[in-house]
């Protein structure tokens, strides 16, 4: 009995500590990212030489790597704004009707979670050149491959508040004279506003970082950040990769902080 609950005092020092080993993996990357890119020498190293923002300066005057984090943000806006439309158009559709196979189908909406992010880059390309839509290379064809990859993040999202959302608050709207799209847009949004907000969210971080799509689907003038910075490091190490890396995280922290910022004040 002693050494039982002496296990169960040891159980919570240890999660703390994988905990924390977990975390230092997670973020350890992402920290020397952030602190090469203030490096003062001419190589991307680290620890680094001394302190500098020489390489922010280079990454804020380079042409190319400006314009691909610029695409990179229009793109991640734009795949964010269609995932948002049809996750949650299809969350719904999947909470309210009833049709054959809906377990097979409500899995296949979520299957690029686990897919291997090659297989499935390789998979929409040959799809695109199967079909002969014309759209491989093709700023369409990149933001189709991008939706495909972002739409399960949104559609998990708007699912999970869906499954706490009481319908009879939207039946109570129609009973005191609201249309249906009126009581859908004035209860159901709202209800599950949080939800879709952090789908659309998870959309554009997953776009905005996606790299093995982009790397089958883009083109010379079509070059988002993750597929430039891979282009890049092949030829060269100076940190101003870093400091572009350091753009892109800052760019996805930014955009969640906004949003629990945005969700808290409508909470």
Do not use: C
């Not at 699912?159 to 859908?184: N, T, W």
């Not at 847009?185 to 799509?213: E, K, N, Y």
């Not at 010379?220 to 892109?248: K, M, Q, S």
């Amino acid at each position: 009995m002693a050494d039982r609950i002496e296990s169960e005092r040891e159980f919570p020092v240890v999660f703390l500590l994988l905990a924390g080993v977990a975390l230092v993996l997670l973020l350890g990357p992402a920290a020397v990212t952030i602190v090469a890119a203030f490096n003062s020498g001419n190589y991307l190293q680290f620890p680094p030489q001394g302190f500098s923002f020489k390489w922010i300066v280079a990454f804020m005057t380079s042409d190319m790597f400006q314009h691909s984090y610029l695409f990179s943000f229009q793109l991640g806006a734009t795949v964010s704004l269609i995932s948002t439309l049809l996750g949650t158009t299809a969350a719904v559709a999947m909470r309210r009707l009833w049709f054959p196979f809906k377990g097979f189908l409500h899995a296949l909406f979520l299957a690029p979670l686990v897919l291997p992010g090659m297989v499935l880059g390789l998979a929409i390309l040959s799809f695109l050149i199967v079909t002969r839509s014309g759209l491989q290379q093709t700023y369409a064809g990149l933001v189709a491959g991008h939706v495909a990859v972002t739409f399960p993040f949104v559609f998990a999202a708007v699912s999970a508040a869906l499954a706490r959302f009481d319908e009879s608050l939207e039946e109570a709207a129609r009973s005191l004279g609201a249309g249906p799209l009126r009581a859908f847009w004035d209860i159901t949004v709202r209800v599950i506003g949080q939800g879709i907000l952090a789908g659309a969210t998870f959309a554009f971080a997953a776009s905005f970082g996606q790299f093995d799509v982009s790397l089958f689907l883009s083109a010379p003038d079509l070059l988002p950040l993750p597929v430039a910075l891979y282009n890049e490091i092949r030829f060269r190490t100076d940190p101003t990769i870093a400091a572009a890396g350091t753009f892109a995280i800052f760019t996805v922290v930014a955009s969640m902080v906004l949003t629990y910022l945005i969700m808290n004040r409508k909470h």
